[in-house]
């Protein structure tokens, strides 16, 4: 039964020994999808990949998804590293490494708070062009002298499409080189990764374009019921106040999107890449010495703030530049951290079990669908390890 349900769903890859359990999951959610869905599942356990599976008609091992707010986390990596070096302190304040950012009462933010979504920066009062969202330098430079729409540090709300944008202009004030550059360099280039903060033209073959949400009737209910004013702090977060915005499900499919990579929402790449990533932060990797010392990882796995979220509407623990993963996922331990994208995304690391774990799809989902998803992966994930 189990083979014949793998089979129907056309999943291809290997798992390891004692991690069957996770594809056999893997096949449940795509037969309870309804109709083929392009997805690819990825996993390493002490540095070791254990699972690599996809699935779809248009999926290959190869084939590359747009990651949307999972890029948050590829940045914040970033970010992380220059912590470590002593290049950037998190109980410094921003204006410290951004002086033009000390106005309108932004003077006295920690680089933590920022990092946390605490800077009330969450969008532009008039909104972003496509062509100027993509853009993290312009981004930056209009928020940098905004007034913030609560008093910085002392309320969160997502900073949903620019978080990674401020984040981005501190690393660039602070090493004269764009988070792009850092990454590249630092991550993408040493690991071998199949991940881009700005798809070069020549792989553009291997992206596969996002698809809309399947628009059942229980779904479009719900997001009725969740709809918000576009000139609410929801609205301004996600630039719906423009008039001429596009749906988040869009963004990867934008040419001037995919080419600069907003280190925001911009990132393109595969599971496997993402999860490599994320096993590379606290374990060896390609006989390589993990990339964060325990101090760190579990500096930036620390929750920074808990409470209620008023962009996303809904209460939120934020690690600092992430998720705080274990609050989202119980079956993880503490300290987990990583970051989900628009659409079902996921990728994360569990420093306690030496877990990662990336998740693309390339249907969108409703927000917060597919966290029941996730949960049932990673607890099928989590059992094989505690075996191992």
């Known amino acids: 039964m189990r083979e014949a349900l793998e089979e129907a ?112 920066l969450v969008g532009a009062t008039h909104g972003f062009t496509m062509e100027e969202l993509a853009d993290d330098r312009l981004v930056a430079e209009r928020l940098g002298t905004q007034r913030p729409f609560w008093r910085p540090g002392r309320a969160t709300g997502y900073h949903a499409l620019v978080m990674a944008a401020l984040s981005g202009e501190l690393v660039c004030r602070a090493t004269g080189r764009t988070v792009q550059e850092h990454f590249a360099e630092r991550l993408q280039a040493p690991l071998k990764l199949d991940l881009h903060l700005g798809l070069p033209v020549g792989l553009d073959s291997q992206f596969l374009s996002a698809q809309p949400m399947t628009a059942t009737p229980e779904r479009l209910r719900e997001l009725a019921a969740t709809a918000t004013d576009p000139d609410s702090l929801s609205g301004i977060a996600f630039n719906r106040h423009h008039p001429r915005n596009r749906e988040v499900w869009e963004l990867p499919n934008l040419p001037v999107v995919r080419s600069r990579g907003p280190a925001s929402f911009g990132g393109i790449g595969t599971a496997r890449s993402l999860a490599k990533l994320y096993s590379a932060l606290v374990s060896p990797v390609d006989g390589v010495d993990p990339l964060l010392e325990p101090a760190t990882a579990s500096a930036f796995g620390q929750i920074q703030s808990n409470g209620f979220d008023l962009v996303l509407r809904q209460p939120k623990a934020w690690a600092v530049g992430f998720h705080a993963s274990s609050e989202i996922y119980p079956v993880l331990g503490a300290g987990a951290f990583g970051h989900s994208g628009a659409g079902g995304q996921q990728a994360l690391v569990d420093p306690r079990h030496e877990l990662s774990y990336a998740f693309l799809r390339r249907r969108f989902l409703l927000p917060n669908q597919a966290d029941a998803d996730h949960l049932r992966l990673l607890g099928a994930l989590v059992t094989a390890a505690r075996r191992a």
């Open 9 to 120: 769903a056309g999943i291809q890859g290997t798992v390891a020994p004692g991690f069957e359990a996770v594809r056999e999951q893997f096949a449940a959610l795509l037969a309870a999808e309804g109709s083929e869905l392009d997805a690819q599942l990825a996993a390493y356990h002490r540095g070791e990949k254990v699972v690599d599976l996809w699935a779809g008609p248009d999926t290959n091992a190869d084939s590359i998804m747009g990651i949307y707010s999972a890029s948050k986390g590829v940045t914040h990596l970033v970010v992380a590293l220059l912590v470590q070096d002593g290049v950037v302190d998190l109980d410094q304040k921003v204006s410290r490494y951004w002086p033009q950012f000390a106005v309108e009462g932004k003077q006295d933010l920690l680089v933590r708070e920022l990092l946390a979504h605490q800077a009330g």
